[in-house]
């Protein structure tokens, strides 16, 4: 017996999947540093301070912040963030760390 996903489950798992796929690649595919290493290349200059590439893309101080990656995407450093704004909605961002 084969089971077809209701129009609206067909829709969320559509909608998961392009999410979780749109930060992905940066993971697999890509370097990404540790902790130790993001705070070393901040303080030496190689990298901007996250903070600095929050303000830059307009994510206000409400907003929280769930997850940092620093990956290397198509050659260049980018912050991959996680943010809950204060209505509850998550959304994933892809700034540039230079």
Known sequence: MTRAFPPL???LLTALLLLFGAVAPAEAQN???GNRDIQNGVASGDFAPLSQALASA??????EVLSVKLCQQNGSWVYVVSVLDRNGYARNLVLPAD
């Open 9 to 11: 489950g067909a829709a």
């Open 31 to 33: 370097q990404c540093l």
């Open 58 to 63: 307009g994510v206000s101080g409400s907003e």
